[in-house]
């Protein structure tokens, strides 16, 4: 008997330093609340979500690199923070499921007429002008792109026709026009008018933050386990972009990796850096700041791994980078073949998609992991399901934490 308790009482131990899918289960059910704004730049989601990031990074004992958990700074950004309203033919439009408003969008207000596009017609003055690609088999989507970028048309506002799935992003432009996007079903093709009310709020120099960790190891070196905690925030109050994918569950995994190091009894060999990042939404910019002003010396980083959407998993992993990486990369092969953990890992070369990239551009060897599984939602308000999401997290967490051991 006494021998059955202490295998149960080692078990609980071994476990107790492994992976917390429960924890991290509910670290991404916090990050996707309301509360958060959609962890964006209106009513500084941003913040609220770093200063919950910095409590789980305290209460499981992780200090910061500097004196300060956060580095800080600044960058121009188009945010909506106001209540907004779109009606067409006296049905108001919902935000999010049927229509959203182009980031670079200004502020608007009145009922304006609005026509289609027309070859023949160069000036739409205080009017909308409505794009509908079935209806222009000539235009190129370069003409057409450069309408809806520059508005070289004089229009009021653009109106887009949109079939399939609505995706919201983030913009350092603000115009003086309004570019709406509304999906084919929802769009009355019989009006002839909108009412619109629109207000944007343009920061020049929006303050946002960094969050740089990191546990001591045995030698002076350094894995750097990166993510991107911002998302593309909320719009008009009515909006949400929950981002629990992309990237809850990055964020969650990195807190969790950094919980699993802290518990540990010895050392890891190398120290673990564990950076969130923001502003990735708006074009990597967090992680371009830390790569030109790094607080630990570039030199010493022995690999850098950046999770990105790595929520699913059936259908496997992809490694970008992986090519100019072929070190790391047969290493993560060589484990996974090992234990099984995805059924296949797609080879990809570098791109700029997410925060390993500048990194990568100053010398710094790194990858960006992202998976492929049957969760679809992806910058939208539906991207929110957290009980859909973490279906390989054990598998993803010990491949990562097997790397970490084992790469030298």
Request: contains cysteine; charged residues 25%.
């Amino acid at each position: 008997m006494k021998n059955i308790i202490l295998i149960i009482s080692i078990f609980a131990v071994i476990i107790s330093y492994s992976q917390d899918k429960k924890y991290a289960k509910q670290c991404l059910t916090k990050l996707v609340s309301p509360e958060f704004h959609g962890r964006g730049f209106a009513e500084n989601g941003d913040k609220i979500s770093a200063n919950f990031i910095i409590n789980e990074l305290k209460k499981n004992n992780i200090k910061p690199i500097t004196d300060k958990y956060t580095q800080d700074f600044g960058f121009a950004i188009n945010t909506f923070p106001y209540p907004v309203s779109i009606s067409i033919n006296k049905k108001k439009l919902k935000l999010g499921s049927e229509y959203l408003i182009q980031p670079l969008s200004g502020t608007i207000k009145g009922k304006f007429k609005f026509e289609y596009l027309d070859s023949t017609k160069t000036d739409y003055n205080n009017k909308f002008v409505v794009i509908d690609k079935k209806r222009l088999p000539t235009f190129s989507n370069y003409r057409l792109q450069e309408i809806e970028y520059t508005n070289n048309i004089n229009a009021k506002g653009i109106i887009e026709i949109i079939d399939g799935n609505l995706m919201q992003v983030q913009s350092q432009i603000e115009k003086n026009y309004v570019w709406l996007q509304i999906k084919r079903e929802s769009f009355d093709s019989t009006a002839t008018s909108i009412n619109v009310d629109i207000e944007n709020k343009y920061y020049y120099n929006y303050q946002s933050q960094n969050i740089c960790s990191y546990i001591k190891g045995d030698v002076d070196s350094f894995i750097v386990i990166t993510c991107h905690y911002d998302h593309v925030g909320e719009v008009g109050k009515e909006a949400i972009f929950p981002g629990a994918n992309d990237n809850g569950s990055g964020t969650v995994t990195v807190l969790d990796l950094a919980k699993h190091y802290a518990k540990l009894n010895k050392k890891p060999h190398y120290s673990i850096a564990f950076l969130f990042f923001s502003a990735e939404e708006v074009g990597l910019l967090g992680s371009k700041y830390f790569a030109l002003n790094p607080s630990i010396d570039l030199k010493k980083i022995k690999f850098l791994l950046n999770l990105d959407m790595i929520g699913s998993g059936e259908k496997g992993i992809a490694i970008v980078n992986a090519k100019e990486n072929p070190k790391a990369t047969e290493l993560i092969k060589t484990i996974n073949n090992k234990n099984k953990y995805f059924k296949h890992i797609k080879i990809r070369g570098n791109a700029k998609n997410s925060d390993h990239y500048y990194f990568s551009q100053v010398g710094v060897p790194a990858i960006f992991i992202y998976t492929e599984g049957n969760y679809k939602e992806y910058h939208s308000i539906y991207d929110k399901y957290v009980d859909k999401l973490l279906t390989r997290y054990e598998q993803m967490f010990g491949l990562v934490t097997k790397f970490i051991d084992e790469y030298k």
